[in-house]
Each structure stands twice: as C-alpha cells, then as structure tokens.
C-alpha cells in the first residue's frame, strides 16, 4: 500500500525540526561563525531603506525592550 504523507495543516512539525537542526548546525559550524562575525552586507543604496523599514516597526511596536537586561545579554 502506497504511505503518503500526513497532512499537517498549517504546520509541518518534522520540516520544522529538520529545518532547526539545520540552523543550530550551521551557526555553530566555522562558515557559520565567519558570517555572523562578518555582518550583513548592506548595499549602499538600501541603507536609507533599511532604517525607515526599523522606523515604521518601532512606530508600531508596543513596547521598545531592547534596553532590557534579557536583550542586552543576546547581544
């Protein structure tokens, strides 16, 4: 007999495991390392862009909590 997949809706909870090993492997790995040492590479035209875009979010944001104890220690 033919098994298909399971239908999960709005959500696949494998993909979306698979997907975060996925993740968590490549930040701990050496060229995941380099790329977050490195930063995002920001074109120079799309600065501008990108600080209205952070604008417009915080204008609608409830709370700023990147003051806070538990932001300050992610970073």
Same mark, same amino acid.
Request: proline share 5%.
């Given at each position: ?13 494998? !993909? %979306?495991?698979?997907?975060?090993? %996925?993740?968590?492997?490549?930040? %701990? ?18 600065? %501008? !862009?990108?600080?209205? !875009? ?6 609608? !944001? ?14």
């Amino acid at each position: 007999m033919d098994k298909r997949p399971t239908n999960h809706g709005e959500g696949n909870p494998q !993909a %979306a495991e698979d997907f975060n090993k %996925a993740e968590r492997d490549f930040v %701990a790995s050496e060229k995941g390392q380099r790329k977050i040492k490195e930063g995002p590479h920001v074109k120079p035209g799309e600065e %501008a !862009a990108l600080q209205q !875009a952070e604008q417009r979010g915080k204008s609608r !944001a409830k709370n700023d909590d990147s003051h806070t104890e538990q932001m300050k220690s992610k970073h």
